[in-house]
C-alpha cells in the first residue's frame, strides 16, 4: 500500500509512519518545517515539502497523485488561533479537496474527542481547536470520500499496551500515541471500514480485535 501523511512529523504520524514501513507499505510523509524532513526518513517515510496553509490545492494533488490512501494527522499545536484555522481546518479542507482531484478516495483523517479536557477549564484557545476541528470533521463527511475519522481521547507518550476502547460513542479516557498509530494501520488494511467516525481510548481490546469489530459485516 501507497500511503502519504500528512502530519508526518507529529507524535502520531511519526509512530503510523514506522509501523507502515515495517510492514513493507510505501510511506511518503509531507513536512512544512525542512527541521522536519529528517524526523520524516527517520520514521521510514520519504520525506516531501508541503505547506497546507500556501500551497493550492491543484500543488497538493500533485503529491498526493499515485497513492492508495491519505492520513491527515496534521495540526498548529497551540501556534495560534489562526494557525489553527489555517492548518486544522481550512488545511484539512485543501487536503481533502486534493485527494478527490487526485483520486486517492482513501481518507482517514485524526480529529479529537468532543469531551477532551473539558474538566480542566480549557482556555479560549482550545475551544476555538475544538470548534474548527469540529467543523473539519463535518466537511469531510460531506464528501465522496471513503473518509475514516479517528477522535482519539488525551494523548500520552508512554508506550502503548496494543489494547484500546474503539467504537462510535465511548467514554472519554485517554489512549497513548503508539496505540492510535496502531489502530489507524490495522484500519488502513480494512477497506470496509469507511465513512463512520470512531472514538479511541485506551482499553482492554487487542487493537486488531477493535478494529475487526468495527468494519461491516460482509
Known amino acids: 500500500m501507497k500511503v502519504f501523511q500528512i502530519g508526518a512529523a507529529g ?25 522536519q524532513a529528517e524526523t520524516v526518513r527517520a520514521s521510514g517515510a520519504t520525506p516531501v515539502a508541503g505547506d497546507l496553509i500556501h500551497d493550492p490545492v491543484e500543488a497538493l494533488a500533485e503529491k498526493l497523485a499515485g497513492h492508495d490512501a491519505v492520513v491527515f494527522s496534521a495540526g498548529a499545536h497551540g501556534t495560534g488561533l489562526d494557525k489553527t484555522t489555517l492548518i486544522d481546518g481550512k488545511g484539512l479542507e485543501k487536503a481533502a479537496d486534493a485527494a478527490a482531484r487526485a483520486g486517492v478516495s482513501r481518507f482517514v483523517l485524526v480529529s479529537v474527542f468532543p469531551d ?32 475514516l475519522i479517528v477522535r482519539p481521547g488525551t494523548l500520552r507518550d508512554e508506550p502503548g499496551t496494543g489494547r484500546v476502547t474503539a467504537g462510535p460513542a465511548v467514554e472519554y479516557g485517554d489512549v497513548h500515541r ?24 485506551a482499553g482492554d481490546t487487542p487493537v486488531g480485535d477493535a478494529v475487526a469489530r468495527l468494519v461491516p459485516s460482509r
Do not use: S
Open 116 to 147: 477532551a479536557l473539558r474538566a480542566g477549564g480549557a482556555g479560549a484557545g482550545f475551544e476555538h481547536y475544538i470548534k474548527v476541528k469540529k467543523t473539519a470533521d463535518v466537511y469531510l463527511t460531506r464528501t465522496g470520500l471513503d473518509w
Open 178 to 201: 503508539d496505540d492510535v498509530a496502531a489502530f489507524i494501520a490495522a484500519a488502513l488494511r480494512e477497506p470496509a471500514l469507511n465513512r463512520v467516525i470512531v472514538e479511541l481510548t
Open 11 to 35: 507524535g502520531v504520524g511519526r509512530r503510523l509512519a514506522r509501523l507502515l514501513a515495517d510492514r513493507g507499505d510505501e510511506v511518503t510523509g509531507m513536512y512544512r518545517d525542512p527541521a
